[in-house]
């Protein structure tokens, strides 16, 4: 079955550092790749997302690459801000047998900032 | 514009009892899908529902789980005769339909239930 593999945490850089966090993936098929950010007391919010290879999904200064030779998607960010701090998950997509989209997460890591 | 809304935040129950939670997706949103998240581990996809039907529950457990989303009000996450092994945080989403790259899942911020 699916499955996602990413870096465990916790993580903390200091403001303006370099990010970097891996997200390995297993899927059969071609599935979508997906970055999603919880921030405390709040919910899971789409950050950004690829559907094919190559392809590079960008926001808020941060870019993953969908890379399908090394089954990857690690999430970078050229320089953190303590406003990043929270949890981020990597996760794919695939259609169900019943046509509808599930998704397949990894664990979370969570990132910390210090000003 | 609500986001997805989840309630209780937080839930205790005893082992034996039923636990009940509650997911009130966007407006004008009609799918639904649970997660859930045990420790230490990523969020699992449980069931996908539309309006008054289940399209997909291949992710639940066979016993004591049960979910609905009735034509009026929120989609119900049951639980009956909790064990501490349901111990986890559980995450609803919804979308405006269910079709792979139409649209987003919006998440909830999770009811996180503890058994004793």
């Known amino acids: 079955g699916n499955s996602v593999t990413q870096m465990e945490g916790p993580v903390t850089l200091s403001e303006e550092a370099f990010l970097t966090i891996n997200c390995t993936y297993t899927a059969t098929g071609y599935p979508s790749l997906f970055w999603y950010v919880q921030y405390p007391g709040e919910g899971l919010q789409l950050l950004l997302k690829?559907?094919?290879?190559?392809d590079k999904g960008s926001n808020k200064g941060f870019e993953a690459t969908y890379r399908k030779e090394t089954t990857s998607f690690h999430l970078e960010k050229g320089s953190v801000q303590v406003s990043d701090s929270a949890v981020y998950f990597c996760a794919l997509s695939d259609l169900s047998n019943f046509g509808n989209e599930k998704l397949t997460f990894g664990t979370g890591t969570r990132l910390t900032i210090i000003p | 514009n609500a986001g997805v809304m989840q309630n209780p935040r937080h839930l205790v129950r005893r082992r034996g009892q039923e636990a009940r939670l509650r997911c009130s997706p966007m407006?004008?949103?009609?799918?639904v899908y649970w997660y859930r998240q045990l420790p230490e581990e990523g969020l699992k996809f449980m069931v996908y529902l539309q309006k008054e039907n289940i399209i997909d529950e291949s992710g639940m457990p066979k016993e004591r789980f049960s979910a609905e989303f009735p034509k009026e009000g929120p989609s119900i996450l049951r639980i009956q005769q909790v064990v501490r092994g349901d111990s986890a945080a559980y995450f609803c989403?919804?979308?405006?339909?269910?079709?792979?790259?139409?649209?987003?899942?919006?998440f909830g911020p999770g009811t996180r239930l503890t058994v004793l």
């Open positions: 690829a559907t094919k290879a190559d």
């Open positions: 407006k004008g949103h009609s799918h």
């Open positions: 989403a919804s979308s405006p339909s269910g079709a792979r790259g139409t649209d987003t899942q919006y």
